[in-house]
Every structure is written in C-alpha cells, then in structure tokens.
Nanobody, 115 residues
C-alpha cells in the first residue's frame, strides 16, 4: 500500500553536502515515525536518524551535528540534509516508515563520499 521513493544521492567530495528526499504515498505519513538507515558495502544496515510525527528527532552519534532530518507532512516528504560528509558516510541510504506493525522501505539511494 505505502510507497516510498528516494532521491538525492550521488557522488560528493569529503566536506561536501547532499540533501536526500523521500516521497511517500498515503494519508498515514503525517502520523508515522520516519527514519533514514544506511548500509555500507559488506556491512550491517544501521539507523542514521528518526523523526516522529510531531517532529522529535534522534540521531546516531556518528552523524550528530552534521546531518539534519526533517519532514514536510503537507508534501508527504522527508528529508536528510547531510553536511560535512566523510568517506565513512558512504553507503546506500534507505527511507523507512514505521506504522507500529510493519516497516515500509524505499529502494535506496547511493551516497558516495570521496576523500
């Protein structure tokens, strides 16, 4: 039922910035917990940031002070502003929507940070 479409990934030099977007279908977006996850090659998928329906945010320690998660409920869109990117930020970034009984995932968007 729910569809998530990600965009904004790409190749950037260390210290640069990217803004990821996740467009979601359905009226449940505004009340859902949203998050960004990432997975580096040959590594475990990890939580990057979450944002509640009311706008409360949480971040992994590795991205605090550099990444900002936000949402625009009127547009059914979530964002991840990534600043001061580091090579260790490289990976596939996934949009996640959590309605309590199941997760919905986007297809992922590749972020590559060169040194």
């Amino acid at each position: 039922q729910v569809q998530l479409v990600e965009s904004g990934g790409g190749l950037v030099q260390a210290g640069g910035s990217l803004r990821l977007s996740c467009a979601a279908s359905g009226s449940i977006f505004g009340i859902s917990l949203l998050g960004w996850y990432r997975q580096a090659p040959e590594k475990q998928r990890e939580l990057v940031a979450t944002i509640t329906g009311r706008g409360t945010t949480n971040y992994a320690d590795s991205v605090k002070g550099r990444f900002t998660i936000s949402r625009d409920n009127a547009k059914n869109t979530m964002y991840l502003q990534m600043n001061d990117l580091k090579p260790e930020d490289t990976g596939v970034y996934y949009c996640n929507l959590d309605i309590g009984i199941k997760y919905y995932w986007g297809q992922g968007t590749q972020v590559t940070v060169s040194s």
